[in-house]
């Protein structure tokens, strides 16, 4: 016997309910993906052996009684494996640089000028430190998966909301995407942290 014939639906309206679902979806990503490169971000400013410029991207230094990033002050680049080269574009910021970067208690460095430039040689790691440094980028993976399982409860809801609307399946189906979406940013957050975690602890 043939099977009924399920009611024809309107292919304008399928399109549209299916819109909703991808603006979901694509504010979803879009936010998650913001929690992924913070993330990135934060972890570049944790220092491991070698000296690189991002360790230093967040500094802030009074310049003129507002506190300015030093980016905006000076070009930093590496010198060698274990030292950075600050050029500041104003000599007179010179003294409220080498501050800035003697007060980052995480680095432990001590810079030095000729009057030109600053040169900032980082300490070794002692095993105490790597470990410590270990933790905190371990915490700053742990704000990011939460942030992103923030995102999918969020879009949860909005697809929830929409259930009377477009129909329990659909939003079984929207649901099962966004657990697949969440999965691949948490992934990736703790791929990031597994390359950091090798990196402070490569002797």
């Known amino acids: 016997s043939a099977c009924a014939a399920p009611a024809a639906r309107n ?13 979901v979806f694509a504010d979803a990503k879009d936010r998650m993906t913001k929690a992924l490169d913070a993330a990135k971000e934060s972890f570049a400013t944790v220092r491991t052996g070698r000296a690189n410029p991002s360790l230093l991207q967040n500094v802030q230094v009074s310049y003129y009684g507002s506190a300015t990033p030093l980016s905006q002050l000076a070009s930093i680049a590496n010198q ?3 030292s950075l080269i600050i050029t500041p574009y104003d ?31 980082l300490p070794e790691l ?21 942030a992103v399982r923030n995102v999918r ?21 929207a649901e099962k995407e966004l657990e697949a979406l969440t999965k691949q940013f948490v992934d990736q957050v703790d791929e ?7 990196e402070l602890l490569e002797v």
Request: proline share 2%.
């Open 11 to 23: 292919p304008q309206r399928v399109l549209e309910e299916n819109s909703v679902i991808s603006e």
């Open 80 to 82: 060698d494996a274990r």
């Open 91 to 121: 000599k007179g910021a010179m003294r409220d640089i080498e501050q800035a970067i003697r007060d980052m208690h995480n680095l432990g460095a001590n810079p030095t000028n000729d009057g030109n430039v600053i040169r900032v040689t």
């Open 126 to 146: 002692t095993e105490e430190r790597r470990k410590e440094f270990v933790k905190i980028v371990k915490t700053r993976a742990e704000d990011a998966r939460v």
């Open 153 to 173: 409860r969020h879009a949860k809801d909005e697809l929830d909301a929409l259930k009377s609307e477009i129909g329990e399946d659909e939003i079984a189906r």
């Open 192 to 198: 990031a942290l597994k390359r950091k975690e090798a």
